[in-house]
């Protein structure tokens, strides 16, 4: 059973960085693509960007490119991502999730997010 | 870039009752890449159902994924205690808002 465990919660002041980890476990990490969502308190889901391990390819959301990085290492299937020029606005649960498809013969459906982490909370605060 | 809304923002209904959520995109979407979660206080969102219509593991019947196009729907079709939480709908990197289901 894949599982998905985040590191703990950040409380950083503004204008610094922060990195959440995301170690992968029971599953094929390489292959896997890992996404990272935020939740900003009492919103939304807001999707960040995602890390293919096996290729070390990314891909960012527009409104978070030039702040956001996501790395993944495979020798330990832990996924980061790294966030700076923190604003309050950045108060957030950050969660990263597994991205799965599934074939029916020709038929591809997905992408979607079938495994969870737990979530980190990060506040941002001086 | 598509935009999914969701209606309404509140149900209220109660247990045994049926719930009718509405995920409606700007523009037309494949159903293979439709999917719904549901998200309870303090957990993080499980998913229900994939290309809009595909249970995920371990979800029961009475979750229900249907649509095509731009309009989608999911119904629950008996609450159980346990169902009373916040729904999304998800196209690629695109949520929905989210429709509360409370107890009413």
């Known amino acids: 059973q894949v599982q998905l465990v985040q590191s703990g919660a950040e409380v950083k002041k503004p204008g610094s960085s922060v990195k959440v980890s995301c170690s992968a476990s029971g599953g094929t990490f390489s292959t896997d693509t890992i996404s990272w969502v935020r939740q900003a308190p009492g919103q939304g889901l807001e999707w960040m960007g995602r890390?293919?391990?096996?290729?070390?390819?990314?891909d960012y959301a527009q409104s978070f490119q030039g702040r956001v990085t996501i790395i993944a290492d495979e020798s330990t299937s832990t996924a980061y991502l790294e966030l700076s020029s923190l604003t309050s606005e950045d108060t957030a649960v950050y969660y990263c999730a597994r991205e799965a498809r599934k074939t029916w013969g020709y038929l591809t459906l997905g992408p979607f997010f079938d495994i969870w982490g737990q979530g980190t909370m990060v506040t941002v605060s001086s | 870039d598509i935009v999914l809304t969701q209606s309404p923002g509140t149900l209220s209904l109660s247990p045994g009752e049926r719930a009718t959520l509405s995920c409606r995109a700007s523009q037309s979407v494949s159903t293979t890449f439709l999917a719904w979660y549901q998200q309870k206080p303090g957990q993080a969102p499980r998913l229900l159902i994939y290309g809009a219509s595909s249970r995920a593991t371990g979800i029961p019947d009475r979750f229900r994924g249907v649509g095509s196009g731009t309009d989608f729907t999911l119904t629950i079709s008996r609450l159980e205690p346990e169902d009373f939480a916040v729904y999304y709908c998800?196209?690629?990197?695109?949520f929905g808002q989210g429709t509360k289901v409370e107890i009413k």
């Open positions: 890390v293919i391990p096996m290729y070390g390819t990314t």
């Open positions: 998800q196209q690629y990197a695109t």
